[in-house]
């Protein structure tokens, strides 16, 4: 498989002022180092899909990216798993014996004893 660098460059911010006066910041870099068979490959691909090679590594990049966060970010759960832990949740929480004992001696502070 080719060796590939991906470097980010540190965001350079320009100050442009919106109507409400606020300062946005402006794009970023991305610089990628690519074999020449993969760069041929997805210029052909950018080719195809009609758009320019950086509308096209973009957009790919930023679905992929997407993709993984929510893959990461979803609990998927059989319909077993689902109703055992909707039935945890009905079910009155058992109160800790530290927890307990902390509220007993909290009262006792407050009542002054």
Partial sequence: ???RTIKTAKP???RVRGTSGAIKSGT???DMRLDAHTKMLI???AAITGQTLTD???SNLVYSAMAT???HE???MTDRDRDRFLKALDRPAKPLPALAKAARLHGRIIQGE
Avoid: W
């Fill in 1 to 3: 498989m080719p060796t």
């Fill in 12 to 14: 350079r911010k320009r």
């Fill in 28 to 30: 970023v870099r991305m």
């Fill in 43 to 45: 210029e052909r691909a």
């Fill in 56 to 58: 096209f590594a973009v």
């Fill in 69 to 71: 966060i929510e893959r």
């Fill in 74 to 76: 979803r609990l998927v």
